[in-house]
Nanobody, 124 residues
Framework: EVQLVESGGGSVQAGGSLRLSCVAS????????AGWVRQNPEKDREGVAS???????TYGDSVKGRFTISRDDTKNTLYLQMRFLEPEDTAMYYC??????????????????WGQGTQVTVSS
């Protein structure tokens, strides 16, 4: 069973950048569909970005052009590079793995394993 541990969250001013990391153990990330999901108490859970085993990526509309998901197979680590952060990006960010379906080039992740989350707070 895969275990996921996130890090890299913090507080930053609007316009700043953060990079989240998710170290996986128990299974190679290269063989899993993975992604980042965020939860703000005032909003519904939102899929941020996902990546399938072939490296195809998909982003939520609100983060396109600002966030980049990547995977380092040598370190078994998933990353989320976040740039031009906005107060609306404030949330708990979770790394997740699960099943993927690709429809029209869009990677849909159905999470089944979650990390503990890392908080991102963006001030204006």
């Amino acid at each position: 069973e895969v275990q996921l541990v996130e890090s890299g969250g913090g507080s930053v001013q609007a316009g700043g950048s953060l990079r989240l990391s998710c170290v996986a153990s128990g299974h190679a990330l290269s063989g899993l569909c993975a992604g980042w999901v965020r939860q703000n108490p005032e909003k519904d859970r939102e899929g941020v970005a996902s990546i399938d085993v072939d490296g195809h990526t998909t982003y939520g509309d609100s983060v396109k052009g600002r966030f980049t998901i990547s995977r380092d197979d040598t370190k078994n680590t998933l990353y989320l590079q976040m740039r031009f952060l906005e107060p609306e990006d404030t949330a708990m960010y979770y790394c997740a793995t699960g099943n993927c379906s690709v429809v029209g080039g869009v990677v849909h992740l159905t999470p089944s394993t979650w990390g503990q989350g890392t908080q991102v707070t963006v001030s204006s």
